[in-house]
């Protein structure tokens, strides 16, 4: 045999070789079971999507999660307005002069039936006193009564329908940092009396008690206004000059959904409720324009009736969200 030919039987007992070996490689490679991939294949987990969570069932389970379906709902139809707080020095100096013109009057009238009894008794009162005395008399009691329309006038029928004794008090919680006298508007709104209006500063909110139309229109805004008290930790909010939002509750009602309080969390200043879009896939969503009512938080926009919405362990799905760790494996 010929150099050559040693050499080419050389190469050719190389290449069956390598083909032998490409062969049984690719041999075990296609023999790997569905369940082998699967277990090298990573757990789907938190941290992959943001917003976005997956659990199994068991990780379900162990994470305490438990869902709702939402249902169609209504609620008042909402008027976003103004709150600002009211100065009740005029207030205050027109309660002191209705006092002293009341004490006044009071006093005259006492000295005119004086004078009336002595000149009847024929002693040491002329007429002409009498007839001074009387005219007095009826000058304090107009002074009395100018000071008490002045409430009205000044301020608008609501304050003042309560008496002095009522405005005094009011006036003393106000001193004390307890109550605050406010005026709403509510622009497009056809607010009135008894209406139902919520005051809100950043995360703190309060109802009013409306007393009645404010005095005049609101030269910008061309509202009438409502005149209302504030009382507890929001009166100090609704400090003099201070300009709050407002929103009136109309007699109308508007559709949505309302989302259980149980799925709700508060993450950068903002509320947000995980909606399950897949079976064991929840996307967290935020509420907007929510308000709360009675029986949780009323949404018009984001949520459907028919969705399933994580509750239960709402909390546990952000902290492995936003914290980055896979969740627990399944047994």
Partial sequence: MSRFTAAGWAAAGA????????????LRTASSSPAEEEMKAPVSGAGFIDGEVRLGAQQQARAGLRVAVLAAGGAPQIKQGFARGLDVS???????????????????????????ALAAQDQSASARAVEAARAQAAADSARADLAERRVGLEFGAGLARLDLA????????????????????????????????????????????????????????QSAGLLAIVRGPMAR???????????LE?????????LPRESLVRWRNAIWAYRRTAPGVFVRRELVDARPVESGWFVTSGFSAGDVVAVGGAGT???IERGGEQAGEED
Avoid: M, W, Y
């Fill in 237 to 247: 909010s609704a400090s003099a000059g201070r300009v709050l939002a407002a929103s």
């Fill in 90 to 116: 005029p207030l205050a100096a027109i309660n002191a002069e209705i006092s002293t013109a009341h004490a006044a009057a009071v006093a005259s009238r006492a000295e005119a039936g004086r004078l009336v």
């Fill in 250 to 258: 109309q007699s109308s009602t508007e559709t949505g959904v309302i």
């Fill in 15 to 26: 290449c069956a070789a390598a083909l032998a070996i490409f062969g049984v490689s690719a």
């Fill in 317 to 319: 799905l952000l902290a």
């Fill in 166 to 221: 009522a405005r005094q008090r009011l006036l003393g919680e106000i001193a004390a940092g307890r109550a605050a006298l406010v005026r709403i508007d509510v622009p497009g709104a056809a607010s009135k009396d008894g209406s139902r209006i919520i005051i809100a500063d950043g995360g703190l909110t309060a109802p009013v008690s409306v007393l009645g139309p404010a005095a005049s229109a609101d030269a910008r805004l």
